[in-house]
């Protein structure tokens, strides 16, 4: 993600939490932040005591916080002069871990999850294209796969940063979580289809013509590429939930 982009998100990420002292929320907000990508591995976090800051939670709470991320694999405490609390961000799931999610998730539960995800980010895109300028345009056609490359997780991974990085552009740190949170849970499912070649051509084909539309500060375009992606992705994980059932 590019650094304007990564410091709106992370702005969102360390914003106050509206319900101090609860450790959960503390640790559930950045265990999304890590499995989305939006912290990256090996990325130190803030102190227990700037992080209780930043969140305005007492040092205990963003200790315990801390201390079931640990407990989760998700960060790495380093005592002593340089040390800290740092990302350790989960290796990408396997095809077989995947696929063993889908298998486990009624048809019904895929297209509704399906279906909410389209509705977050089309109403990204279609916020996003106002807000935008040449800069933010010129990023976001970085973060595009060229069509050759084959490597299915740095396709995953492109696409987690381009959907992070328009949610970012809405200027809403609450809905920049919201995808967040979606990333990490669903929109993995959803990168499963990425592992066909034509569905990679298109998948590019869709994502330059969304990032187009945002440049152009076309909001009604923007947020229909953004919906045509989704539903070819839901269409293909349909297909693939038939196929392992």
Known sequence: MTLRHASRSRSAIFAPLGDP??????????????????????????????????????TVTAREALVA???QGLVTTVRGRGGGSFVTRPKQSDESALQERLTHMSLVELRDRGTLYRVILAGCAELAAPYADELDAESLRDLLVDEGVDDVGAWRHASSELYLSIAALTQSARMTREVVRHEADFGVLLKLPLTS???????????????????????????????EQVAAAIASLVDLHAGVR
Request: glycine share 6%; aromatic share 2%; no cysteine.
């Open 197 to 227: 070649p034509e569905f990679r051509k298109a998948t590019r084909v869709r994502h330059l013509e969304l990032v187009e539309a945002i440049a152009a500060h076309d909001a009604g375009l923007a947020r229909r590429a953004a919906q």
């Open 21 to 58: 002292g609860r450790a959960t929320r503390v640790e559930q907000r950045l265990a999304d932040a890590i499995r989305s990508g939006m912290l990256a591995d090996g990325e130190r976090l803030p102190s227990e005591q700037e992080l209780a800051s930043m969140l305005g939670v007492a």
């Open 69 to 71: 991320l640990r407990n």
